[in-house]
Antibody
């Protein structure tokens, strides 16, 4: 069974940093690209970042470029999102999702940026 | 940026009715269009990938069609458990984008 479990969310002050993790199981992790998608509670979905299976291709939304860094550890079947210089409008539930068509999603982790 | 427009924004439907949701892209995206269902307090779930390919385990009453700029998600004989918000998503061009969602409510 494919499982994706996010962790690392929480309350952080503006300008602060957080590192999100997504632990994958139930499939051959190093065969799949991985993605981060966020959702402000009660609002729509926003693509954040994508990393290819070998980390050779990495893409970011303009809203996070230069502040967020996606990475992965295939040996540990995990993908990460390092978030720096956080702003209030980064407040959202952050989901990791598998593959180009986002065929499986985690339950998400809530990031709240507030003083 | 590819803008995805969904219609309707909201639809209230009785069980066993058929539902059609459309997604229009601001330029051609071939068939790089996917549909998701999100129920309250749950994460999104893939229904249809690449415009018309059913995802494993999804009931056959969900189907998709279209290519280029115009796409459709059809739900045949709606069930009470289908109450949700439905999103389309394109990954043909960066930045990848989502439609605003269509909320389907059961009367």
């Amino acid at each position: 069974e494919v499982q994706l479990v996010e962790s690392g969310g929480g309350l952080v002050q503006p300008g602060g940093s957080l590192r999100l993790s997504c632990a994958a199981s139930g499939f051959s992790f190093n065969d799949y690209s991985m993605n981060w998608v966020r959702q402000v509670p009660g609002r729509g979905l926003e693509w954040v970042s994508t990393i290819s299976s070998s980390s050779s291709n990495i893409y970011y939304a303009d809203s996070v470029k230069g502040r967020f860094t996606i990475s992965r550890d295939n040996a540990k079947s995990s993908v990460f999102l390092q978030m720096n210089n956080l702003r209030a409008d980064d407040t959202a539930v952050y989901y990791c999702a598998r593959e180009s068509a986002y065929d499986f999603w985690g339950r998400g982790t809530l990031v709240t940026v507030s003083s | 940026e590819i803008v995805l427009t969904q219609s309707p924004d909201f639809q209230s439907v009785t069980p066993k009715e058929n539902v059609t949701i459309t997604c229009r892209a601001s330029q051609s995206i071939d068939t790089f269009l996917h549909w998701y269902q999100q129920k309250p307090d749950q994460s999104p779930k893939l229904l249809i990938k690449y415009a018309s390919q059913s995802f494993s385990g999804v009931p056959s009453r969900f189907s998709g069609s279209g290519s280029g700029t115009d796409f459709t998600l059809s739900i045949n004989s709606l069930e009470a458990g289908d109450a949700a918000t439905y999103y389309c998503h394109q990954n043909r061009f960066l930045p990848f984008t989502f439609g605003p969602g269509t909320k389907v409510d059961i009367k």
